[in-house]
């Protein structure tokens, strides 16, 4: 054998057994990567895989389980059981809760809490979870019209974060990894119109999701492909952070988040709450058109709940503004005016992260009032919109038995 060949040989030794020895020593010493929980969706961008599991660690170690289909919630069936009241609930990842064990979700929490107090006449109550990472108001109704109405529920609860998702409802403000992804609505005239022009994405074509599925299957199976994933994923988040900084600065803020807390100063934000409105509008009549109630939750910001008076009072002045309810008021006048059903959550988790010093989002020392909702911020939401939920349930299954008999 000629020297060239035996080099040639040991090359190609060396290229097939680095990635056998990455893989062995990658398993050896356990190093946790965090699961890869999304994938590509020809009609909403992405979404969570069905029966994905494993490891996340964005702020705090958890292990999450995605259901069979695609849901982060228990097995549900598509056929509702009988004596049974159940509840859909739409929103982005403060509704996902991937922060949390899954039984401490605000939707879980508030399943249990509505079937013992039995506000239902009796009849058991489910509250589905149908929260995604990075959803806009477009894709939670997209996800209405195509997944949820399967499951026949009789109330939609619509759970708004106005400091993201208001912005997200528009491609120039939107601070999703992938806002290229998203579906959006434009206005056509006085018409809202979908705008699908991402499904030409090459990521999004079908033979790419069937190749996507498989590369897929091969990161939940070795060590090696996970960690170099991981760090494509960080990198993307990098990115799209930047660009969202970038937006905040174009808007003259600091933080994009902050521009709901007075009136849109920019035209891009006053596109911006008219689509949303719109969008609300539309959700509203969809959901009394086929017999059900329809309901929205404002879910409370990080600064509404700072449980320190003086740094909020600090952040106020810097924001000029008086208070943090700008949004909370504007979509509360727009509900009102249309008899659509508001729990505020802003005054009563503000009021009790005050008076016991403590902060509802964060998990330690350092990340206390940053991120996502923590247990605590996640049993008082269940138990505010617990107590609006509970005052008058009969009135909703009047409603909704009447107009499904008209139907």
């Not at 929260?131 to 499951?151: D, I, M, P």
């Not at 109330?155 to 998203?182: C, G």
């Not at 069937?210 to 897929?216: A, N, P, V």
């Not at 929205?296 to 909020?312: E, G, N, S, Y």
Request: charged content about 25%; glycine content about 4%.
């Amino acid at each position: 054998m000629s020297p060239a060949k035996r080099e040639l040989i040991l090359a190609a030794l060396v290229f097939f057994a680095l990635p056998v020895l990455a893989e062995l020593v990658l398993r050896a010493a356990r190093v946790p990567f965090d699961a890869q929980l999304y994938g590509p969706d020809c009609a909403l961008g992405w979404r969570l895989r069905p029966g994905a599991s494993g490891r996340v660690s964005t702020e705090t170690p958890q292990w999450v389980r995605i259901n069979s289909r695609g849901f982060r919630d228990r097995e549900r069936t598509f056929e509702k059981p009988a004596d049974t009241f159940r509840i859909a609930v739409l929103g982005n990842s403060w509704t996902e809760a991937l922060q949390v064990p899954q039984e401490k979700t605000y939707t879980a929490v508030l399943e249990q809490q509505l079937n013992d107090r039995k506000c239902f006449a009796g009849k058991r109550v489910e509250v589905l979870n149908f929260g995604v990472a990075g959803y806009s108001t477009a894709q939670e109704l997209l996800l209405l019209r195509q997944k949820v109405w399967n499951y026949h529920p009789d109330l939609i609860l619509l759970a708004i974060y106005p400091a993201r998702d208001i912005a997200n409802n528009i491609r120039e403000l939107n601070n999703a990894v992938t806002p290229e992804r998203s579906p959006y609505f434009v206005f056509r005239g006085e018409q809202l119109a979908l705008d699908d022009s991402f499904r030409s994405l090459p990521a999004l074509q079908p033979w790419q999701i069937r190749l996507q599925s498989t590369e897929f299957w091969f990161d939940d199976h070795f060590r090696t492909l996970e960690a170099i994933n991981t760090v494509q994923r960080y990198g993307k988040i990098r990115v799209a952070m930047a660009a969202a900084r970038e937006r905040a600065e174009q808007s003259g803020m600091d933080n994009l988040e902050y521009a709901i807390y007075a009136p849109p100063s920019t035209p891009a934000m006053q596109q911006a709450w008219k689509v949303t409105e719109a969008l609300l509008l539309a959700m509203n009549r969809e959901v009394r058109e086929r017999g059900a109630e329809f309901r929205l939750v404002t879910l409370a910001t990080r600064p509404q709940v700072i449980p320190d008076p003086a740094k909020k009072e600090d952040l106020l002045r810097k924001l000029g503004v008086q208070d943090f309810s700008y949004a909370d008021e504007r979509i509360n006048k727009l509900a009102v005016a249309n008899g659509i059903a508001v729990t505020q959550l802003a005054p009563a988790l503000a009021a009790y992260a005050e008076a016991h010093n403590v902060y509802l989002n964060g998990f330690n020392a350092s990340n206390y009032g940053a991120g996502h909702w923590n247990e605590t911020g996640h049993r008082l939401a269940a138990e505010t919109i617990g107590e609006d939920l509970c005052r008058a349930p009969q009135d909703a299954a009047v409603h909704i038995s009447t107009t499904r008999a008209r139907e």
